[in-house]
């Protein structure tokens, strides 16, 4: 009675591990969420995550920025790669460019890839806390409030002053606003540079433009 007992759990513990499960996963990859999206073309740090299943390592289209450890690393995604990918980035591939240092439990893994293979077949279950305005991770630029819309942005010795569509100017040392370019389809629309990050307090304020080339004409060069 005992040993039939032990048999029938085993068996429904290796069940488990082998299927993994989706819905665990999907909370799971909130760890993912600030490099990843598993929205179709939706490239970040690393690249979108919507279609690796059963495709091989280094190879999904418009992903610009892979290392050549994963490109040479010829696996195919699955359990078995996931797990070991997953379980330390830089052994499996050593150099790549996942700075990632792993998950650890091996039932966090099964999960993560039973979440990814349900992606690739669209039956997953919604990652992450589902944020408005946000997907994976991004906001959608278009959509900024007054208070983020840049409307000028001029430089006087070493400081920026940034004027806002809610009539507001902040002044910021010219080495803490980081300038970016977002060509996404999130990034804002020509000539109309966003401000993101934590407002424009402390070192960490980005003027996020549609394209490189609007950046230095956008900025004027005048003192009060
Ligand atoms: C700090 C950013 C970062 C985090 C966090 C991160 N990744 Fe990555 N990921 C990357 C980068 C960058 C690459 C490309 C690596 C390369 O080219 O060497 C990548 C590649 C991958 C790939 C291979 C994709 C392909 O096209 O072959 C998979 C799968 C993956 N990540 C899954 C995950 C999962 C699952 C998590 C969370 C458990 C995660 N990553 C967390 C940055 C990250």
Request: proline residues 6%; glycine residues 10%.
């Amino acid at each position: 009675m005992r040993a039939t007992v032990v048999v029938f759990l085993s068996l429904a513990m290796q069940a488990a591990l082998a299927a993994g499960d989706a819905k665990r996963g999907a909370q799971l990859f909130q760890q993912c969420m600030a490099c990843h999206s598993v929205e179709e073309g939706e490239h970040m740090t690393g690249p979108s995550l919507a279609h690796v299943w059963h495709r091989k390592a280094g190879t999904v289209e418009g992903f610009m920025r892979y290392s050549d450890a994963l490109k040479s690393a010829n696996v195919i995604w699955d359990e078995a790669t996931l797990d070991k990918w997953l379980a330390n980035p830089e052994r499996f591939a050593p150099g790549t460019s996942m700075t990632f240092p792993g998950l650890k439990a091996p039932k966090d893994r099964a999960d993560v890839a039973a979440y990814l293979k349900a992606v690739a077949e669209n039956s997953a279950p919604p990652a992450g806390r589902g944020d408005m305005g946000m997907r994976g991770g991004k906001a959608d630029l278009r959509k900024a409030p007054p208070e983020a819309q840049v409307k000028a942005l001029s430089h006087c010795g070493d400081t920026y002053t940034v004027e806002t569509a809610d009539g507001k100017k902040n002044k910021v040392w010219e080495f803490n606003l980081r300038l970016k370019t977002d060509s996404s389809k999130l990034g804002p629309l020509p000539g109309n540079p966003v401000v993101v990050g934590a407002g424009m307090q402390g070192d960490r304020a980005s003027i996020v433009f549609a394209s490189p080339k609007e950046i230095s004409g956008f900025i004027k060069q005048s003192c009060p």
